[in-house]
């Protein structure tokens, strides 16, 4: 059942049940009243006819009492003559509960006798066939003649009943058209409250069936509105994610794509060489050549792997960190690189202010080291490669600056994809394998530090790290240097 008529059939069904119960008490206030007034009514009546009564009998005189049950007779007779009504009977008994008096003989069968003294009358209501008698009896004593009588008056109140039965009839009437109304007007409402409901609903369905750039329409700020709004939140984020995983799954695709063809290469090379040379008698020339072969792409099969254990380190591995002075980083890493630079005639300087560095130290002899070679890689011979060190106040910077061929804007933004090269054919022929800027990204991400790659067609490459020191560390944890 959907919603909208669940909100219908509660208001109807509320709407019912207050219109019974409130009608059932108006009709139930409105019939008592007229029956405790009916009641009253009869209660004066038989009291008239008590004192009416006693007084005629007592007024006659002593000699004709002795036939005082026709006298008794004659006087209720006159009585019900003057004082009776349409719709009213009048009886007399006497204290033996014999009938003395009575124009429509009626022999009801009562304990109310029982109940009556002269102090208390009763009444008490009975049905015959279609009517409703209110029956009242009291008990006088006449002291002339040392009897008591019974006075009963018989009042037809049928009409209170039907006039309940006619309220009840005309308020079921008033209710069925009040329930048809209010049940139309709260169809309608209902359907109009939860219409943006089940607008979200469609909204979320197709949204769930891959639809992610719609969103549900806001439509005022109540509960509603604020739900289509957190939906729309939920609808962002979950776009924001499954693009990230969209993309993800891309590089990864790019990833295993750029690794197979890595591996393709060298592996073809190493295979067809070494296939000739066992197959085929060689020259001492084409032999060493053919080593020379197998030799330069297995180092490069080596350093494939080599980058590929350090990232898969860094992403599984805790470090320690600890504090180490800047300028045994530094010098650390120029004497790694030093031979490399002087092997290919180019110049390798270093300019380094005191000041002491907090993280893995393997690490950033790795990042700076492979900064360094891929400052040489771009460079030519006679080119001068810098590593300078400056103490800053968010850090300790280090860059390292080159003067070689640079690069082209949108390839300082792809650097750090694995596997990309800005020339391949010399990223191969130095033996790069497309991994290195991704190492470097990952170990600055670990450190938590900032860096900045500036570079320009021609003109050479500048990468800048700013790095945590020992004393800002000190000063996040409260603590003074020693």
Known sequence: M???????????????????????????????SSYDREIQMGNIENSMYQIAFKNAVEAVPINYLEKRRSI?????????????????????????????????RRDIQSLLFDKVNQDYSGYEVIKEEERYWLRVVSMVSVESIKESYYIENMIDIS??????????????????????????????????????????????????????????KKRGNDE???????????????????????????????FTSAFAHELKTPLTAIIGYADMMRSMELTTEEKIKAAGYIYSQGKRLESLSFKLMELFVLKKQDFEFQSFDAQFLIQSVFDLSEVGILEKDMVLKREVEPGRIYGE????????????????????????????????????QVSIIDQGKGMPEDAVQ???????????????????????????????????????????????????VILSCEEQKLQKEGRKPE
């Open 414 to 464: 792809k650097i750090t994809q694995a596997f990309y090269m800005v020339d391949k054919s010399r990223s191969r022929k130095e033996g790069g394998a497309g991994l290195g800027m991704t190492l470097c990204n990952e170990i600055v991400k670990l450190h938590g530090a900032k860096w900045n790659i500036e570079s320009k067609e021609g003109k050479g490459t500048k990468v800048t």
């Open 361 to 396: 130290k393997d690490m950033l002899i790795s990042l700076f080291a492979n900064l360094v070679d891929n400052a040489r890689k771009a460079s030519e011979a006679g080119d001068t490669i810098y590593i300078k060190g400056v103490k800053k106040e968010e850090g300790y």
């Open 72 to 104: 008794v007779r004659e006087i209720a007779d006159s009585l019900e003559k003057s004082m009776g009504k349409s719709g009213s009977y009048f009886q007399v008994w006497d204290s033996e509960k014999k009938n003395v008096y009575s124009k429509k």
């Open 224 to 254: 509603v509105g604020i739900l289509a709004s957190d939906f729309n939140d939920m609808a962002d984020n979950l776009s924001d994610k499954i693009e990230q995983l969209m993309n993800h799954a891309k590089d990864q695709e790019a």
């Open 2 to 32: 959907k919603f909208y008529w669940k909100v219908f059939l509660s208001i109807v069904i509320l709407l019912a049940l207050s219109f019974s119960i409130c009608g059932t008490w108006m009709i139930h206030a409105a019939f008592k």
């Open 159 to 216: 009409h209170i009943y039907e006039n309940r039965h006619q309220m009840t009839r005309t308020y079921q009437i008033i209710i069925a058209i009040l329930l048809v109304a209010t049940g139309t007007v709260s169809l309608m409402l209902s359907y109009y409250l939860t219409f943006p409901i089940h607008e979200l609903s469609k909204t979320t369905r197709r949204f769930a069936g891959g639809d992610y750039r719609i969103r549900a």
